[in-house]
Nanobody
Framework: VQLQASGGGLVQPGESLRLSCAAS????????MGWYRQAPGKQRELVAT???????NYGDSVEGRFTISRDNAKHTVYLQMNSLKPEDTAVYYC????????????WGQGTQVTVSS
């Protein structure tokens, strides 16, 4: 099983970006999918998660600005990031709880998001 993230880049404050992360491999089902981020010198933190039923959870710093969604048929999770701030600069990692022969958490390779004027 692999998670492939894409969509990062360099944007100015106030602009938007959309991240995508697709799971591939011998997948029976995917439970929770989510995004985490890690800025230089800081611990990895929760950005947002979404269950297979569509229930969402957001970190306090992104609530109201970011929206997580998923396409179950495509095994893909998205993160729409609006009103980006310099403090959103980090490497963003996707994660998924995936059932193959067992239930296991998988991580994507990370995509850099830089917000700077």
């Amino acid at each position: 099983v692999q998670l492939q993230a894409s969509g990062g880049g360099l944007v100015q404050p106030g602009e938007s970006l959309r991240l995508s992360c697709a799971a591939s491999g011998s997948i029976f089902s995917i439970n929770v999918m989510g995004w985490y981020r890690q800025a230089p010198g800081k611990q990895r933190e929760l950005v947002a998660t979404i269950t297979s039923g569509g229930s969402t959870n957001y970190g306090d710093s992104v609530e109201g600005r970011f929206t997580i969604s998923r396409d179950n048929a495509k095994h893909t999770v998205y993160l729409q990031m609006n009103s980006l701030k310099p403090e959103d600069t980090a490497v963003y990692y996707c994660s998924a709880l995936i059932a193959t022969l067992s239930l296991q958490r998988y991580w994507g390779q990370g995509t850099q998001v830089t917000v700077s004027s």
